[in-house]
Nanobody, 124 residues
Framework: QVQLVESGGGLVQAGGSLRLSCAAS????????MGWFRQAPGEEREFVAT????????VYTDSVKGRFTIFRDDAKNTVYLEMNSLKPEDTAVYYC?????????????????WGQGTQVTVSS
């Protein structure tokens, strides 16, 4: 069983930056691939980024490539999402997710554990 707690969301102006954190409880964090998803009001939850269990590989949705970076610190059981050059269309609730295994997972259905979400609001 893994529990995930996100933090770091907030209100930021367009062009600004935020770093989201997702702290995981439980054992064997390094065995999990981790992902970030987001959901805007009235929209479906969408994939943002994922990182392989070893941290060796990461995949991003096209709209955030070059602006967002996902990385992990297995010693701290934490995965991060560094967000730069934020745009109003990045406004959403951001969710952290975990799946046991060594793959690159883009679909929300692939993930077994979810955090409660953290709100990110980007003003124009």
């Amino acid at each position: 069983q893994v529990q995930l707690v996100e933090s770091g969301g907030g209100l930021v102006q367009a062009g600004g930056s935020l770093r989201l954190s997702c702290a995981a409880s439980g054992r064997f964090f390094s065995s999990y691939s981790m992902g970030w998803f987001r959901q805007a009001p009235g929209e479906e939850r969408e994939f943002v980024a994922t990182i392989f269990q070893s941290g060796a590989s990461a995949v991003y949705t096209d709209s955030v490539k070059g602006r967002f970076t996902i990385f992990r610190d297995d010693a701290k059981n934490t995965v991060y999402l560094e967000m730069n050059s934020l745009k109003p269309e990045d406004t959403a609730v951001y969710y952290c997710a975990a799946v046991l295994g060594g793959g690159i997972y883009r679909r929300s259905i692939d993930y077994d554990y979810w955090g409660q979400g953290t709100q990110v609001t980007v003003s124009s």
